[in-house]
């Protein structure tokens, strides 16, 4: 309708403005008319639409908890609507005095199953009681893991030399003596020109205990478990005394006929892998001891020949065998300058080892 009276009132100027019969009207003059008309209709649409839209109040503080505190339209029809549709307070009540009061509803009982989450059914598997022994070296080995300190120092070791001393007192002395005879004594020694390693830490007094004997354990497989049984004042003893002492202790130990204190102590240990073929290892510090040796077997490795400073001349490559040693040490009694020292002196002596026979 806006639009058929805007062309309506612009066909009504353009005919009746005067202009001359030859010429056309002005292109300003029909604009500007167009402007005067475009600006008049939106004028008077504009105030059509007011005119019919309600007025805006703005209600403030007062008339918004008016509004807050008014009922709304939906909720007084709702109640309108429930109040004609439920009977009066009398009928109300002679209908529930007269209805049966409803059953008890009894409880229902709900039972809790534990969730089990198995991987394995239980066909291809049996349990068994931990023993005693197992009981206790669990016990003392994760309290060992979790309130020692450990750290870990390793050297390789020659061997040759002592292959060879073995076939010597083998053939010219009837006697034999086992590689592990030979790291006891060299360990013992060792021990005896680093005390500090032969020390333990006490936890009540918050020092250092060094002790003046070595007493080494040695670590035993039997069926029921590991044990580490005592070679008492090891640095007095002979290769053969250590061999026959370490030979009369895993026998009583695997048939369980050691007394309580041929086991319990010790001022270091020693475990020997390498009869059962293991090159390497790193081994749990067995409390109170603040030491332990993890030893495992020997490897022939091809070694560089040595080369004569002086000279220049050079060695041809040769075959060796080595093995490697592991200590596992408690940081609050051995730091690492003073394991270095333990572990250089025990390869020395294993090294050379007529040194032990002295």
């Given amino acids: 309708l806006l639009r058929a009276l805007y062309v309506a009132c612009f066909r009504f100027l353009f005919r009746a403005l005067p202009a001359p019969a030859d010429t056309d009207p002005p292109l300003s003059l029909c604009l500007w008319y167009n402007n005067i008309i475009f600006w008049t209709i ?17 209600l403030g ?4 908890a008016a509004r807050r505190s008014a009922p709304a339209v939906g909720a007084a029809a709702a109640s309108s609507v429930g109040a004609s549709a439920t009977p009066s307070a009398p009928a109300a009540a002679t209908l529930a005095s007269s209805a049966p009061p409803p059953p008890p509803v009894a409880p229902v009982p709900v039972t809790i199953v534990p969730e089990t989450v198995t991987t394995v059914p239980p066909s291809l598997y049996s349990d ?4 005693s022994m197992r009981k206790v070296i ?3 080995l994760t309290e060992s893991k979790s309130t020692v300190p450990h750290f870990y120092t390793s ?22 003596v086992s590689v592990n005879d030979f790291i006891i004594k060299a360990s013992a020694m060792a021990l005896r020109d680093v005390p500090e390693v032969n020390s333990t830490f006490d936890v009540k007094s918050q020092s250092q205990r060094t002790f003046s004997d070595v007493d080494i354990s040695v670590a035993v497989a039997t069926p029921t478990g590991l044990i580490t049984p005592i070679v008492p004042s090891t640095t007095a003893l002979t290769l053969t005394d ?9 026998t009583r130990a695997r048939d369980n006929k050691l007394a309580p204190e041929e086991y319990q102590g010790g001022t270091f240990c020693i475990s020997n892998l390498g009869m059962f073929g293991i090159s390497e290892f790193s ?4 409390p109170p001891q603040g030491a332990i040796l993890a030893v495992g077997g020997g490897e022939k490795k091809i070694v560089p020949g040595k080369v004569n400073v002086e000279s220049g001349e050079k060695d041809k490559p040769r075959i060796q065998t080595t093995m490697t040693a592991r200590l596992s040490a408690d940081r609050r009694v051995v730091d690492e300058a003073t394991a270095s020292l333990f572990m250089g002196a025990l390869k020395e002596y294993l090294n050379q080892p007529k040194l032990m026979m002295l």
């Fill in 128 to 131: 068994e009681p931990a023993s």
């Fill in 283 to 286: 081994a749990v510090i067995n």
């Fill in 138 to 140: 669990s016990r003392r």
């Fill in 242 to 250: 250590i061999s026959a002492k370490v030979k009369d202790l895993a």
């Fill in 61 to 64: 503080k007062e008339g918004w």
């Fill in 42 to 58: 939106t004028m008077l649409s504009t105030a059509v639409r007011l005119a019919r839209r309600p007025s805006i109040q703005f």
């Fill in 155 to 176: 050297i390789e070791i020659p061997l040759d030399n002592i292959l060879s001393l073995r076939k010597v007192l083998q053939k010219d002395f009837e006697t034999k």
